[in-house]
């Protein structure tokens, strides 16, 4: 049975829009992959000074996905995030049922 999660993910600036593009498209791709989950909104909310420099990266891409997944599919998903090198913070979150 599908839950709802919220995917907090914020990307690293390098280079142009492209990359930040294809960032969220993979991510996607991972929460969608083999029928486990689906996207139901994507938020951009853009570039953002963060709170404290991570890896000397000041800004960052905000990007909120609004999910259904199988909760046995979390931790799989958090392992590609974590492994992702364009990605600096990312938080996985239960969403209101």
Do not use: C
């Not at 690293?12 to 593009?21: A, I, K, P, Y």
């Not at 891409?61 to 799989?76: C, D, N, R, T």
């Not at 590609?80 to 913070?89: A, D, E, G, Q, Y």
């Amino acid at each position: 049975m599908k839950r709802a999660y919220e995917v907090a993910v914020v990307v690293r600036l390098e280079g142009d829009e492209t990359q930040v593009n294809n960032t969220v498209e993979q991510v996607r791709g991972w929460i969608e992959a083999e029928s486990l989950g689906e996207v139901r909104k994507i938020d951009r909310w853009g570039r953002r000074k963060l709170a404290y420099e991570i890896d000397k990266q000041r800004e960052g891409f905000y990007v909120f996905l609004e999910s259904q997944i199988e909760p046995h599919a979390i931790k799989e998903i958090e392992r590609n995030l974590n492994l992702s090198p364009h990605i600096l913070r990312y938080l996985v979150v239960r969403g209101d049922e």
